[in-house]
């Protein structure tokens, strides 16, 4: 069983879809694919879906998340890592 719940589980036909491949995959490795069900989590609010964007501009918000922006020179410089090193320094 797979419980879909967020913004993503908005866009229109995704629970069918995400059950469908889901079906194409199982025969192959349990032979159960018809035990598949994909369900929607019921909304308790309208805000719900919304909640990853709300936490996000709040994050955005805090004077301390500038610290750890990377700016294009930055990440040409050293490349991927440099978002692990902004972070293990940001919260050792």
């Given at each position: 069983?797979?419980?879909?719940?967020?913004?993503?589980?908005?866009a229109?036909?995704?629970q069918?879809?995400?059950?469908?491949?889901?079906?194409?995959?199982?025969?192959?490795?349990?032979?159960?694919s018809?035990?598949?069900?994909?369900?929607?989590?019921?909304?308790?609010?309208?805000?719900e879906?919304?909640?990853?964007?709300?936490?996000?501009?709040?994050?955005?918000?805090?004077?301390?998340?500038e610290?750890l922006?990377?700016?294009?020179d930055?990440?040409d410089?050293?490349g991927p890592?440099i978002?692990h090193?902004?972070?293990?320094d940001?919260?050792?």
């Amino acid at each position: 069983n797979f419980v879909l719940f967020g913004g993503n589980a908005m866009a229109q036909g995704m629970q069918h879809r995400l059950e469908k491949e889901l079906k194409k995959i199982l025969p192959d490795t349990t032979g159960k694919s018809d035990q598949v069900t994909v369900t929607l989590a019921e909304k308790e609010g309208e805000k719900e879906p919304y909640c990853a964007w709300l936490g996000g501009s709040v994050l955005c918000s805090l004077p301390s998340f500038e610290e750890l922006w990377i700016s294009k020179d930055e990440y040409d410089e050293t490349g991927p890592t440099i978002v692990h090193k902004k972070i293990n320094d940001f919260c050792p």
